[in-house]
C-alpha cells in the first residue's frame, strides 16, 4: 500500500486538475471545449518547452563542476553571486515552471540558497525582453522603476526566506543530506 502511495505521490497534482476539470464541465457544460482547449494548449506548451529544459540541464549537470559553481553561487560568492543570478534570470527564456529544475540543479552544484531565490525572483520578474518591450511601450521610466523596484522586492525576499528556512534545510542537499 506504502510503495502504491509512493508511485502515485508525483501524479497528483495532474490528477487533481483532471477532477477539477471534469467538475467544471459538469457544472458549466458551456465551457468544456475552452477548457479542454486550454488544458490540451498548456499541456502541448509544457511539453515542447519541458525537453530542451531538461537536456540543457543534463549538460549543465555533467559541464560545469560543482567547484564553480560554489566559487560564483555558493555562500561564499560575496556579491557576484546574487548579480550572476540575476543576470542568468533576466538572459532566461521560458516561463517560470523552466526555472525549478535549473534551480534544482544549481542547488545539487553548490548554489546558495539566497542566490537561487535571487535567480527565481529575477527568472521570474527582470526578464530582459519584457524590460524592452516595457521601454518601447510604457517608456525608459516606467521600465527602469519597475526593474529596480522589482531588485529590491527580490533580495528583500530572498533575505527573509534565507533567514526563516533552517540552516539545515539550505543545504540539505549540498552537505550529503537526505
Not at 483532471?18 to 467544471?24: E, F, S, T
Request: no cysteine; hydrophobic share 55%; charged share 15%.
Amino acid at each position: 500500500m506504502k510503495n502504491q502511495q509512493r508511485t502515485l505521490k508525483p501524479y497528483i497534482p495532474a490528477l487533481v486538475l483532471i477532477v477539477v476539470d471534469l467538475i467544471v464541465m459538469a457544472v458549466f457544460p458551456h465551457l468544456a471545449p475552452k477548457l479542454l482547449t486550454n488544458t490540451a494548449g498548456n499541456f502541448i506548451e509544457m511539453l515542447s518547452i519541458l525537453p530542451p529544459v531538461f537536456i540543457l540541464l543534463g549538460l549543465l549537470d555533467i559541464w560545469v563542476p560543482k567547484e564553480t559553481v560554489m566559487r560564483f553561487l555558493g555562500p561564499d560568492a560575496g556579491m557576484r553571486g546574487p548579480i550572476l543570478s540575476i543576470l542568468l534570470g533576466a538572459a532566461a527564456a521560458g516561463p517560470l515552471y523552466g526555472a525549478f529544475p535549473v534551480a534544482e540543479v544549481m542547488h545539487k552544484k553548490g548554489a546558495s540558497y539566497f542566490n537561487i531565490m535571487i535567480f527565481i525572483g529575477a527568472w521570474s520578474t527582470l526578464k530582459i525582453p519584457m524590460f524592452l518591450f516595457e521601454t518601447k511601450a510604457l517608456g525608459t521610466a516606467f521600465s527602469l522603476t519597475r526593474w529596480l523596484a522589482n531588485i529590491g522586492v527580490i533580495f528583500t525576499i530572498a533575505t527573509i526566506m534565507n533567514r526563516v528556512l533552517p540552516m539545515e534545510e539550505r543545504y540539505v542537499r549540498t552537505q550529503g543530506g537526505k
